[in-house]
Every structure is written in C-alpha cells, then in structure tokens.
C-alpha cells in the first residue's frame, strides 16, 4: 500500500464557470417542518477533506468483475483515513451507531451498464451489521423500480437487507412525502412541487450516499451532489427540459432541505467505473471507463470538485469538448448519445460552486485536501 | 368565486346499433337507445329510438402521448370533451367511444353534468355498466360547479382550445357573455398557442388563487363543485390505467374527506388543513374518483 499525506490542491486555472447570475435563478419554497440538525451530515465533521483510494485490481476491466476482497480493502483503508480513527469498528460508528436506521441511496439511472456495483453496496451493508444496525434497519433506495432491479442487488446484500423504490411507475408520486418539497415553477409547468422520498424523513435517521463517477449532460457532472438531491426528490426532470437547464441552482437547493441534508451523513463515491460522456446512460461502451477508485468524505462539494477534474481530465484525453463548454455551436447539432462533441444541453458544473455557497461544502480547492492512498 | 348551477343529468345511456343479445344484460345494462331500424328487433325489451343526427356528436375521451411529435413538451395529449360540455350542448351528445374509452366517457359526462349518449360496441358493455352502476351509488350531486376565472367566450375555434388548456390546467373557469367583478379574473379568447394562454390566465389569477391543485400527474382533470359546508371534487384519469398518486390541494378548511372510487375502494391520506387550504392524497386514481369533503 503506498499512501500518502493529505495534500491541499491548487486552483485549476482557467477553469470559468460562467455561472447564471443570482439575479436569474428561479424562486425556490421549501417546505419542511424538520429542524437541521447541530451539526448536518453535510459537509458533516470533515468538510473540505477527501480520501481518495485507488486500487487497480478492484475491477477486472476486460469483464468488469468487481474484487469484493480489494473493495472491501479500500473501503477500510478509505474510511480509517478519513476518520483518524485507528479500529475500523471506530470509524464507522463516527456515523452510524447500531440503533439507526439507515438508507443507502444508490445510483441506478444508468443501471444495469453504470451504477452503485453491487459489491460496493454489499460491502456497506456488511459493515454496517457488523458494527450492529440490524439487517431488517438497513434499506438501499432509488427512485424508479425498473432500474432497481435491473442491478440484482438482492443477490450480493446480506441477507434481511431491504431493496426499495419510491415509484413502482416512472412518475408515481406515492413513496413522496407529501408535507416535505421544494415548491418552484421553471417554465410554467403545473406541477411546481418536488416532494421527498419518504423514508428519508419518516424512517431514516442516517443515510450513506453511494454515487458514481459520471459525466452528465445536464448538469456537467453527476456525483454526490446530483445522486442525493435529484434521487431523493420526485419531479425534477423538469429542471432541463430545454437546453438552458436550471441544474445549476436546484441540485444544491434540494440537497440542502431537511433533514436529507442532516441525516446525509458520508459519501462513498464508486468510481470503479465511470462515464465520460453521455450520463447519467452508458450510450457506447467507449465512453465507460475504469478510474478504479472510490472516494470517502463527508462533504459531497469537495468530492464533486474532484470529479470535474477526472471527468474534464478523461474528456480531454478522449479529445471531448470541455463540460465548461457553454457554447451552442455543440447543443443539438448531432446525436451526443454517439457523439461526444455534442449535448442536448449547456451543461452546468457550477451546481457544485453554488451548492458550496449554500453551505453544503468546501469547493475551493486550495481549500480542499485529499489524501491519496493506492492498493 | 363564483357558482353555477348544473342541470342534474340522467346517466349517460347506451347507444346501440345492432341486435339485442344477451350480453347486453350481461352487462347490466337495463335500457339501450337504438336508431329506427333497429326498432323491430329491439321489440319487447327496453329500448328508446333516438334520430343520430339529430345529436351533436363528439369523440371519445382519453390520451395520447405522442412521443414521436416534435413539440414544445412532453407532456401527454389529453382528449376532453370538457370544454364542449362547459361552452353548452344544444341538446344530447353522442359520443362514439371504442377501445376500452366507454366507461370514461360516461364517467366525464357525469362529472360536468351533461345528457349524453355513448356509441359502444360489445366489448365496451361490461366495462360501461359497470360505471354506471358506480355513478348511481354516488351521493346526489346538487351543488354547483365553482370557478374564479370568467371566459369570455366568443364561439370560435380558438376560444374552444383555450377552453381545453384551461379544464387540462384545471384552472376553474365558467363562460361568461361578460366581465363579472364576482370573479378573481375574466379574459378573452386568445388566438395562438392555447398552452401559452393558460399560463397566461394562470399567471394572472397567481397560484395561491387557485381553487383547486393537483400534483403529481398530468392525466388527471379535476371538477370542483359545492356549497357553504361541502366541496365534491370529481377526478377524471383520461389514461389506461390508474394514476399511482395525486395530492389534491383546495381552497378551504374541509377536514372530513370522503372517497368514491370506480372498482375499488380508496381512502385519502395525509389530509392537511392549513393556511386556509386543504390538501389530501390518493394512491391510486382510476378512471373516476369522486371526492366528498365537509367541515
């Protein structure tokens, strides 16, 4: 194992987000009736620091097998890091103690091709038995059913673990609490309201957030951030029906609403595998990728500012057009679920800046510190 | 506001042009309207000879949703006669309604009062007795129907699809022949894009005016009727199948709520009254779902 100390990252320089003004950002109520908790899960007691932990063997890249040992590996070594902590028990009770009830949200809009890997989920919910939580307590949730059980969770969980959906049908609003969203009409649709999955404030009292590393078409990239508020909210495509979306203020906004934003608690971000193009859908095999990493903290900003930088790093590399790239010259003129010089939208990375700006994390990367561990 | 009486309508009846057989008991249906020709064969049962010309016909309810048609948003094409039925028939409708739309279109007819006769082949029978015999368990419905906004309705083709977004949006209207100041809004027809126009009104009446919301699906057209001490609110799914979900916020403290749904038995939940609105769920939303509420 090579590891190193926690670094603190320089700027990126001409990185211009040309975000939208404030003046031009829509009118957001939120309703909740739930008080923040003393100290939110999110950026939570490590805001700004990052463990990031590569492993090469974690993923066999010509049949994308996952190695449960060397995830399990990473997992311990990521969360003994980022905690202090020297007993691996210790570590995750700075989290989860054994009478929580824990949600784990899981990423499966690209299912089954890119998602949270199984093995990943598996591996959590093994510690967090281990450490006491009662199988029956622990519930893995997205939003949509198809997508859910196209990954076989099921198969790799321990045994008693509950697999969930908010919406049996695509849009189905009963898994949504109905006394808890945010209220704003983007574009004159009928529908304003974006109510929370409902075991996130009727039963969970800690959720882990399980994100991949993809591109985004909408939002620039989608990590932490966009998994926890768009997966954890009904109602939130309308937010880029046309190609100037409104992701950049409404990510942040529904991350921060209570009590997802107390009860949040850690990030584990899967980067086993990734997509540079065309997310949250693997559209071609080519744009998946093998970063062979995952990424620990409790602050989903400082993980997400990270994320730009492999997503735009991977781009370059695969000579893509940056995801800072506002100019219509690329929207629509070609099919981006082949193409990766075009979008259907300007995609919107500053949602991470601003969604630091309302207090969810640190995104200043002079501010941020990573440490660095390899397998 | 402001309310209208609705003429109390018989329920819809059945329209048949062919030979009795003996799945129209089956059905349970009691009585058939049958043109002329068919008097002879319908002899000795209960039929009524109706002159089909003699009614104005329209079509079948429901949704289309279009997903190969480049246009302004996805959402879904939903086919209402509300707007003819709010702008006044001039005497009974007929409306020819196949592939599984029957019972819908009587159940439409119902919520917006109005006499109509349903053109359905064999196969619409059951599903269509079947509706009737929920229509008529149903409390009676005396009350007027309720709307805040007046349309100024010219006749024209235009002012009819402004009608239609209007009833899609459930935004409540009624037609008036001028402004009335009992009313929080009055437009005119608009020519143009009629979606354009019910954001329009919408915009000026604001939302928290609104009489009635609902959240959660786009297939769903709400009536809102009643008095001093009861509000009704009759949901129409103009869908294939039932709505997994809506949450129906009215003007109002109404804490007692009452269901009536078609083929099944449904109970609001989470009732809320609040900052002089109530607000109720549903968990599922057939092809009609009657709402009784009461202080």
């Known amino acids: ?375 | 506001m402001s309310a209208f009486l609705l003429l109390a309508a018989a329920l819809p009846g059945l329209f048949v042009d062919a030979d009795p057989t003996s799945a129209f008991k089956d059905a349970g249906v009691e009585c058939a309207a049958i043109p002329a020709a068919r008097a002879e064969a319908w002899k000795g049962q209960c039929a009524t000879v109706v002159d089909p010309a003699a009614l104005t016909k329209l079509p079948a309810p429901g949704v289309r949703y279009r997903m190969n048609e480049a246009r302004a948003s996805s959402a879904p094409w939903v086919d209402t006669n509300g707007a003819r039925y709010s702008r006044g028939l001039p005497g009974k409708a007929l409306i020819t309604a196949g592939d599984g739309k029957a019972a819908l279109a009587a159940a439409e007819a119902h919520a917006f009062g109005v006499d109509v006769l349903i053109a359905a082949g064999p196969k619409e029978w059951k599903s269509f007795g079947q509706m009737n015999k929920f229509l008529a368990t149903l409390p009676g419905d005396d009350l007027p129907a309720l709307a805040n906004i007046g349309f100024l309705d010219d006749g024209s083709p235009a002012a009819l699809e402004n009608m239609k977004l209007l009833l899609r949006r459930n935004l409540l209207f009624r037609k008036v022949s001028k402004p009335d100041s009992a009313l929080d809004v009055n437009v005119k027809p608009k020519p143009g894009d009629p979606s354009a126009f019910a954001y329009e009104v919408r915009q000026k009446l604001t939302d928290p005016k609104r009489m009635l919301r609902l959240y959660g699906s786009e297939v769903v057209v709400a009536r809102l009727t009643g008095n001093a001490t009861r509000r009704r609110v009759a949901l129409l799914n103009y869908s294939n199948r039932p709505v997994e979900g809506v949450r129906i916020r009215i003007l109002g403290n109404w804490p007692n709520v009452a269901t009536y749904a078609f083929g099944e038995k449904l109970d609001a939940a989470d009732v809320v009254v609040a900052d002089g609105a109530t607000e109720f769920s549903l968990p599922r939303v057939p092809a009609y779902v009657v709402v009784e509420l009461a202080r």
């Open chain 1, 1 to 375: 194992m090579q590891r190193r100390d926690f670094l603190t990252l320089p700027s990126v320089a001409g990185v211009a987000l040309a975000a939208p003004k404030t003046e031009e950002l829509p009118k957001y109520r939120v309703q909740s009736s739930y008080a923040p908790a003393k100290q939110p899960g999110m950026p939570g007691p490590f805001p700004g620091r990052v463990v990031n932990v590569h492993a090469a063997k974690s993923i066999d890249t010509s049949t994308e097998k996952v190695d449960p040992a060397v995830v399990a590996e990473m997992m311990k070594q990521g969360l003994l890091a980022l905690t202090g902590e020297k007993d691996y028990r210790d570590a995750w009770r700075r989290f989860i103690s054994p009478n929580d009830i824990v949600g784990i949200k899981l990423n499966c809009s690209g299912a089954p091709k890119i998602c949270s890997h199984p093995v990943v989920v598996a591996e959590i919910a093994k510690q967090l038995i281990a450490n006491g939580v009662a199988a029956k307590n622990i519930t893995c949730y997205e939003r949509f059913q198809d997508q859910v059980v196209s990954a076989k969770y099921p198969s790799y969980l321990p045994e008693g673990v509950n697999v969930w959906a908010a919406s049996a049908g695509r849009d189905a609003l009963n898994g949504y609490d109905p006394r808890t969203y945010v209220e704003v009409d983007f574009f004159g649709e009928d529908d304003t309201r974006s109510n929370i999955v409902r075991p996130i404030s009727e039963r969970f009292t800690k959720i882990i957030n399980v994100p991949n590393m993809k591109d985004h078409g909408a939002s620039g990239v989608t990590g932490c951030l966009k998994n926890i508020a768009y997966g954890s909210f009904h109602n939130v495509a309308r937010s880029h029906r046309f190609e100037k979306t409104n992701t950049f203020s409404f990510i942040g906004t529904l991350a921060s609403v209570e009590p997802l934003r107390s009860r949040t608690v850690l990030q584990i971000m899967d980067g086993l595998k990734g997509i540079w193009h065309g997310g949250p859908f693997q559209h071609a095999d080519r744009f998946g990728f093998y970063p062979a990493r995952m990424m620990f903290g409790t602050d989903p900003v400082a993980i997400d500012r990270l994320l730009i930088d492999i997503i735009e790093e991977k781009r370059k590399a695969e000579g893509a057009i940056s995801v800072f790239n506002r100019s219509m010259d690329y929207v629509k003129k070609g099919d981006f679920r082949k193409d990766p010089n075009t979008n259907n939208f300007i995609r919107e990375p500053g949602h991470i800046e601003y969604a630091g700006g309302l207090g969810l994390g640190v995104f200043d990367k002079f501010k941020i510190t990573v440490k660095e561990i390899r397998l």
